[in-house]
T-cell receptor
């Protein structure tokens, strides 16, 4: 059973556009929601994370929007650049337990 | 600082052979994890450890064994490799169970013929 559902599986965006990736979860015990970025041949690396007591977190061009009542969160990449082309994973975690990952989104930013 | 180091990076096995993947971290992390990554399936947890001498099963533990004899090392063993175990394996570590950043190694690509 997939604890975290992620969509879309792949995304193609023009340079300068907005990339949006969505995730949904069921377990209300989750208290930490990170996004990881993975380049080909590399391990995932933390991009940005949010806790459920805030509805939005912004770091540069990357923003997480969090809707606790809908149990959904999304990653927005503003002014998308070719260097943002990578696979993005959302995840959920609760204290003392495991990280649960989404299935990943392959983002391609066309110059 | 090396972070999380996985060896080997590539390996080809024949069905039925055994092997061990080694993960080493130099950040004094308590928690260590082994994931496998397959196309369209994301990262799936195989086994994890919450401290030296402890291990626990994750989502897909069958066919794998692990050991955490030293805090800095987490070993993943395949007793009798099967083609279904062809995958990219990632080790990761973090501090205590309180929400925190997960640090990943660069992966080990295993092919079972």
């Amino acid at each position: 059973q997939q604890q975290v559902k992620q969509s879309p599986q792949s995304l193609i965006v023009q340079k300068g556009g907005i990339s949006i990736i969505n995730c949904a979860y069921e377990n209300t015990a989750f208290d930490y929601f990170p996004w990881y970025q993975q380049f080909p041949g590399k391990g995932p690396a933390l991009l940005i994370a949010i806790r459920p007591d805030v509805s939005e977190k912004k770091e540069g061009r990357f923003t997480i929007s969090f809707n606790k009542s809908a149990k959904q969160f999304s990653l927005h990449i503003m002014d998308s650049q070719p260097g943002d082309s990578a696979t993005y994973f959302c995840a959920a975690f609760y204290t003392g337990n495991q990280f649960y990952f989404g299935t990943g989104t392959s983002l391609t930013v066309i110059p | 600082n090396a972070g999380v180091t996985q060896t080997p990076k590539f390996r080809v096995l024949k069905t039925g052979q055994s092997m061990t993947l080694l993960c080493a971290q130099d950040m004094n992390h308590e928690y260590m994890y082994w994931y496998r990554q397959d196309p369209g399936m994301g990262l799936r947890l195989i086994h994890y450890s919450v401290g030296e001498g402890t291990t626990a099963k994750g989502e897909v533990p069958d066919g794998y064994n692990v050991s955490r004899l030293k805090k800095q090392n987490f070993l993943l063993g395949l007793e009798s490799a099967a083609p279904s175990q062809t995958s990219v394996y990632f080790c990761a570590s973090t501090w205590t169970g309180v929400s925190g950043e997960l640090f990943f190694g660069e992966g080990s690509r295993l092919t079972v013929l």
